[in-house]
């Protein structure tokens, strides 16, 4: 697996993306340059058009249905277990040792140095397009931080179009957010914990008692309404007393509206860049299209490896 590399943005540090930048690829840009944060104020980056079939919800979402959510106190043992089957290959955070851990260590680190400069929770993971690696991402940051003292963290599949977190997690699928926004499930059926963990394959895979996780659901083409709806606060409003972190995986951002409904509850924004991928316009669109929402950086994921960085972390290809 490659690398990531992450660069984090210190919220009171934006900097002016340089305007003569050409078009080029992440990957062009030397290493050093991906440890640094780039990162265009609001008003510097250009407006970009919203497909047709996906508008911004900005009046009220009507109840969907009259079932209460429960009062405001959320009972964790109740939250039910079920048996998942990790996809390992797709969790390096799980490993003990390597580059790939490192990396999520790293970004675990500048997050909790965001954290010190001002409240931080609820992280929204995004980015311009699809396939940059939002769920990879997402879920390697939330495992990551799991295992970090202990800290509660709680996992939302936050794209009811395209919902994989609970493939790479090897667990069910529904009932899931987009039941609980439509109404159609309260808080606790959604949430799950892993009971018996298996590996598809034969190894022992860790334990994950601090991880609580809600699925995607199938939003179908209700998505976009459902992504507007005050439930998702609710939601967020209800959960964030009992968890140390909320990570909320997302749709792209350009080619629908789903993940800006959703970064209004959210203390965050998180962007994904895919090295060698990603263009540089596409990466401004993404952080224009969140502009009423905190960015709190961007990452920058399956850069090839380079020995000097290899270097910098103290690995080098042989001593995974
Ligand atoms: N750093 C990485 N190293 C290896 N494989 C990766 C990496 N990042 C992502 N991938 C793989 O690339 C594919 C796309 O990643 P992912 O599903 O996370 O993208 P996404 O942005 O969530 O896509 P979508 O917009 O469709 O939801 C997946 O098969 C994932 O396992
Ligand atoms: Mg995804």
């Known amino acids: 697996m490659s690398r990531i590399y992450e660069a984090l943005q210190k ?14 690829d992440m990957q062009d840009q030397p290493a050093s340059a991906t440890m640094t944060t780039t990162v265009a104020e609001p008003d510097d980056v250009f407006a970009t058009p919203r497909f047709a079939d996906a508008p911004i919800v900005t009046e009220p979402y009507p109840e969907p249905s009259t079932r209460r959510l429960g009062g405001d106190s959320l009972d964790l043992s109740r939250i039910p277990t079920r048996p998942w089957a990790l996809s390992l290959p797709q969790l390096p955070a799980l490993l003990e040792r390597g580059p790939a851990v490192e990396q999520f260590r790293s970004l675990r680190s500048r997050i909790f140095e965001l954290r010190d400069i001002s409240p931080l929770k609820t992280i929204l993971v995004s980015s311009g397009v699809p396939q940059e690696g939002k769920s990879f991402i997402s879920t390697n940051l939330a ?3 799991a295992r970090h003292k202990n ?20 667990c069910e699928s529904h009932p899931g957010l987009a039941d609980y926004l439509a109404g159609k499930a309260d808080i606790l059926e959604v949430m799950q914990r892993p009971g ?8 022992t895979a860790p334990s994950l008692p601090n991880l609580t996780f809600i699925a995607g659901g199938n939003g179908g083409d209700k998505a976009a309404d459902l992504s507007g709806s005050p439930r998702f606060g609710e939601l967020i409003r209800q959960a964030s007393p009992h968890f140390d972190w909320i990570i909320v995986d997302s749709s792209p951002v350009l080619p629908v509206s789903d993940a800006v409904n959703l970064a209004r509850w959210c203390d965050g924004v998180l962007l994904v860049a895919r090295g060698g991928v990603t263009k540089f316009p596409v990466a401004q669109r993404a952080q224009s299209e969140l502009k009423a929402s905190k960015i709190l950086g961007f990452v920058l994921n399956a850069v090839q490896e380079t020995p000097e960085v290899g270097g910098y972390y103290g690995y080098d290809g042989t001593a995974q």
């Open 196 to 203: 018996a963990l298996q590996t598809p394959t034969a190894g």
């Open 11 to 24: 919220a009171e540090s934006e900097r002016k993306l340089d305007r003569r930048e050409p078009e080029l």
């Open 151 to 170: 800290s509660k963290v709680l996992l939302i599949d936050g794209d009811m179009r395209r919902y994989t977190l609970h493939q790479i997690l090897g």
């Open 143 to 145: 495992l990551s931080l």
